[in-house]
């Protein structure tokens, strides 16, 4: 998941949004300027007081902003979250979203050496809820399941899993019940494996699946499925490594790449300083790498590290009482 080339300076859209996003995102900001990297930073609004101020959740102004950046950071919108990301995501044919889930120390994780990625379909699939309909007996929803779109994301699975020393991939799906849709999947992901013959592949169907998250983890390197499975699959990881402050995600697409924490706008803690910054940190760190940035990607974790580690300064979520800019300043510190 990286562009070719390391660049002097990159343009970054930056899109606070709602809530704790805007105090996440200050937080992260704090840490970037201290790498080294010249970051051209161009604010753009979105979300529910941006639609309150212009009428629009999400300007063509900030789609443009966002088309023209190297890459974005985008914090959390709030109620109107759907009209916002999920468009973003559309607009920019965003059709891969990445969700590390990854234990790290003094959190809620429920094994400490869980470490795998997850690699969902954004474009397709049951999902999509333009496919639904009401009938006169009830509704129904379309599952629409194409060869292009699965391949590319099979595809994107079987490179991220060599780019990044992963031995295995793994295809997540339910083959023996929806025999067409998904036995298709399963066929497409066989044939893309014989072009990765370094990379073991292997198949599960989900449900198995969702019962090893909790009682082997750490048997997953890299999962790659479908919209829905990919969806539930992730939030399930979520709850496996600790909770929402802790889990950054990524959406890739032809024509540019998002970074966002997987949390909202927490309206229940907004505007108190206690929202964790680590989600949007670790997110930045999935642009940095994106970005080529290797380096200043390790150099950024291991900060976070050492203060997780530490366990002197952590946000309520992780029972501490630290507020966010104090667990910055830590990070700050430790770089
Ligand atoms: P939420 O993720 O905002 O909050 C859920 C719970 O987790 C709350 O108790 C919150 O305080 C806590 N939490 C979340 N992030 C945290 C952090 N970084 N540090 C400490 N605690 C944290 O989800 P919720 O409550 O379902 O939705 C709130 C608003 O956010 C809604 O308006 C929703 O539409 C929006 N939302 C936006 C998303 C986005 O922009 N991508 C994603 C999810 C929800
Ligand atoms: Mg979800």
Known sequence: MSTSKTKDKYQIAVIPGDGIGKEVMDATILILDELDIDFDYVYGEAGDECGKKTGTPLPEKTLNIIRN???CLFGAAGETAADVIVKIRQEMKMYANLRPI??????????DDVDFMIVRENTEGLYIADKEELTEDGAIAKRVITKKAEERIIDYAFNYAKENNKSK?????????LKKSDGLFRQI???VAEKYPDIEAEDFYVDATAMYLITQPQKFEVIVT???FGDILSDEGAGLVGGLGLIPSANIGEDGALFEPVHGSAPDIAGEGKA???AMMLSAIMMLRYLNENEAAEKFEAAILKVLNDGETLTGD???SSSTIEVAEAIKNNL
């Open 318 to 320: 992780l029972g501490g």
């Open 226 to 228: 479908t919209n829905l």
């Open 189 to 191: 992901f066989y044939d």
């Open 169 to 177: 991939v793994t295809a997540v799906h339910k083959a023996n019940v």
């Open 102 to 111: 990854k234990s790290y120390p003094n959190t809620n994780a429920l094994f």
């Open 69 to 71: 950046a190297d890459a």
């Open 276 to 278: 964790n910054p680590i």
